[in-house]
């Protein structure tokens, strides 16, 4: 009899103890750009410190990452216990309570140290519902030896007049030097990042609080008039192709007077290796027009967790360690300060060593504190997003409104034709989604 | 009495095939050459075509940041499993049609064939939720299900066309002498068309390995086969022409010695009956 207790007890034990040795394996959804890829070298500590955790990588381009990780959420397919998703999807998908929050990521975890625009757009009703691992607002790169051989001097926060002369007079077509490099490729992450955020510090607006389209007001037909003209008169032949790859293709190899585009280009075009111009190269905030609205965007790479995860834990011990001031730590000390995750914590930005090896790093961090949002647009408007608005429809219409305004720059379609066509097609979307009855 | 050819002609001709051969090939030789630049030289303006530092630096990052093999592995399980369980369907299925047609046998293999021109995205969510039901998510299993159905139209199409220019009095000399059904369509009628078999399994591997759709929107980690592997080095932010094309070019080796080796069989089976 007491064998017998002796052995039951034995097996309890055993089966009580079960799930905290058992092995766990946590599938990362993830997109494939240098930060992330750095980090798959960099989780010995993580898996040393949990030896009951297994990571398993599933790195794709960010087209693939989004629209797998979005049907496997919307099906509760299961496939990934942590995604990688950008603040685009994070609002829409706490909404219809698809992620799990990430109040609890531990006592060190310092959650006030997440950089405040950052912070707000992965939160809703209080609470975060993703945790950000890289930032990125945008900003003007200029050729510092082209404007002083043009007697011009960039201010720190231009305004779009500013930029449109001194774009002009830099442009010298015969020598192959281009006064600005914008994006124009089509689709809602390619062109009309720059477009919607032009817009917005233009004093334009997707839509206004009726959700009604607002492409046939006149702030509109200012934008894309002042941005194919630019375009025309001092852009890159074939430009409307041209998305953040080319125009860094370009700018690497000299024949870019300015780029407007995300932060992250700024560690590229300064990079001697990859950079003819690396040593002549400054930074200044996006312009405005004198509205209150400077054309800054916010985006953030984050990693959530699926509601209904069954490794909810052992995914939340994951991304407390993955987005840690630790892990930056642990970046700088492997490959140099220059090369930690930018753009989500204070602490970073206050860092002496890293405003000495990242010289881009106070205006990256003006230009994100710039971008606001949840107010991005001089007129009130129903959604938030910077350079997205925040609906699920968003996509789909962005990127057929970018084909229009693309053909506009191509020469195809004139600006009228590109801003009626772009109301078509988005109050008939935006009737279709039930927003307009 | 044989119709002569002027050697100018033939010239012309020989060149014009030379042109159209590189022409197509091209793209492979350059994502070759790309795959031995740097970063930088790859997206160089004008671009280098031999005159640059060759580098063996992204096929060492390819290596240090994917399992090539575990991903060349479920390709090879992929493709050559959906084309053995698409053959066990449709040798029978294209024997009855050939050899024993009824009036909608016509109809029957406009409507297979019809079903190719349905996008698949249209059915990716219906699909991906019995694969969720059915524990088919992320296994070889399931892509190899996927991929015989996906391909099945066009091995069905292709055996029929060979099927129907062989004999059937032959068929019916076999059942004469006693041959039962399955004797006949393995003894008879398989070794006569080996040729167009054989194109048929080849060409169903290639379409299997390169398939791009189904297998990357199945797949997490386990079954990601080779096309995954690539999709995982195209970034719309960041340089990364130089070790797609590494990936690209480790991705398609397997299948171009496949294809080099069998091209005769290839050529021969895709022009069987073509002369009478």
Not at chain 1, 72 to 93: F, L, R
Not at chain 1, 330 to 346: I, S
Not at chain 2, 73 to 82: A, E, K, L, Q, R
Not at chain 2, 162 to 178: N, Q, S, V
Request: proline share 5%.
């Amino acid at each position: 009899m007491k064998f017998s207790k002796m052995l039951l007890g034995a097996c309890s034990a055993i089966a009580l103890s079960y799930p905290a040795m058992a092995n766990t394996t946590l599938t990362i959804a993830t997109v494939n750009n240098g930060d992330m890829i750095r980090m798959q070298k960099l989780t010995g500590p993580f898996t040393d410190a949990h030896p009951d955790i297994t990571l398993e990588w599933v790195t794709m381009e960010e087209n693939v990452l989004r629209q797998k990780v979005t049907t496997d959420i919307a099906t509760k397919g299961g496939q990934y216990d942590i995604m990688t998703i950008g603040n685009y999807e994070v609002p829409i998908w706490a909404k219809q309570g698809w992620l799990l929050p990430l109040d609890d990521l531990g006592a060190d975890y310092d959650v006030d140290d997440l950089l405040p625009a950052i912070r707000s757009g992965l939160t809703l009703d209080e609470k975060l519902y993703a945790a950000p691992f890289y930032g990125e607002s945008s900003m003007v790169m200029y050729r510092t030896d082209l404007f002083e051989k043009a007697g011009l001097t960039m201010p720190e926060d231009p305004t779009w007049e500013f930029i449109g002369e001194a774009a002009r007079k830099i442009t010298d077509k015969d020598n192959e030097i281009y006064g600005i490099c914008l994006r124009g490729k089509a689709g809602w992450g390619e062109n009309m990042a720059l477009i919607t955020t032009m817009a917005n510090s233009m004093g334009a607006r997707w839509f206004d609080m009726d959700w009604k389209p607002q492409f046939d007001q006149p702030a509109w037909k200012n934008t894309l008039k002042y941005y194919v003209d630019l375009m025309t008169d001092a852009g890159p032949p074939g430009a409307s192709s041209n998305g953040f790859n080319e125009n860094l293709a370009l700018f690497q190899t000299g024949k870019c007077g300015m780029w407007i585009d995300a932060t992250v280009a700024a560690s590229f075009v300064t990079n001697p290796k990859d950079s003819t111009v690396a040593d002549k190269v400054g930074f200044a905030l996006s312009p405005d027009a004198g509205l209150g609205k400077r054309g800054s965007w916010l985006w953030s790479w984050n990693l959530g967790i699926p509601a209904g995860s069954t490794k909810a834990e052992a995914a939340k011990a994951f991304i407390g360690w993955a987005t840690s001031k630790a892990y930056t730590e642990l970046v700088a000390e492997k490959e140099g300060w220059a090369n930690v995750p930018p753009g989500t914590r204070t602490s970073l930005y206050e860092n002496p060593t890293y405003q000495k090896d990242a010289p881009f790093a106070a205006m990256t961090l003006r230009s994100i504190n710039a971008a606001d949002p949840k107010a991005s647009t001089v007129d009130p408007v129903p959604y938030t997003g910077g350079q997205f608005v925040a609906i699920p429809e968003f996509q789909g219409i962005g990127t057929a409104v970018g084909q229009q305004f693309s053909a506009a720059l191509a020469g195809q379609a004139s600006v009228n034709q590109a801003l009626d066509n772009a109301q078509k097609i988005t109050d008939r979307e935006m009737r279709k989604g039930g927003y307009i009855k | 009495m044989a119709r002569t050819v002027s050697t100018r002609r033939r010239l012309a001709f020989t060149a014009l095939a030379w042109t159209i051969a590189l022409a197509l090939f091209f793209p492979i030789l350059w994502t070759f050459l790309t795959s031995f630049k740097s970063e930088g030289a790859a997206i160089a303006n004008p671009p280098s075509f031999l005159f640059f530092d060759w580098t063996l630096e992204n096929y060492h990052e390819v290596q240090e940041r994917s399992n090539y093999f575990h991903h060349m592995w479920n390709s090879v399980v992929i493709s050559f499993g959906s084309t053995f369980l698409g053959l066990l369907i449709a040798v029978p299925a294209a024997w009855a049609m050939a050899f024993s047609p009824t009036k909608n046998t016509k109809n029957i293999l406009m409507w297979m064939l019809s079903t190719k021109m349905l996008p698949p995205v249209g059915v990716l969510v219906p699909i991906y939720l019995l694969f969720r039901d059915w524990a088919l998510l992320d296994t070889l299993a399931g892509l190899v299900l996927v991929l015989t159905m996906v391909n099945l139209p066009i091995i069905v199409w292709m055996l029929y066309t060979y099927f129907k220019e062989i004999p059937g009095d032959i068929l019916e000399a076999a059942r004469m002498d006693g041959a039962s059904l399955g004797q006949e369509i393995l003894y008879v009628l398989t070794p006569m068309a080996v040729p167009g078999i054989a194109s048929t399994c080849l060409l169903n591997v290639i379409l299997a390995w390169n398939e791009a759709f189904w297998t990357l929107n199945l797949t997490a980690a386990k079954a990601a086969p080779l096309t995954a592997f690539i999709a995982s080095y195209s970034s719309p932010e960041g340089l990364f022409w130089a070790k797609l094309s590494a990936a690209s070019t480790m991705a398609i080796a397997p299948i171009l010695i496949l294809g080099w080796f069998s091209q005769r069989q290839l050529v021969r089976g895709l022009t069987f009956g073509a002369v009478k």
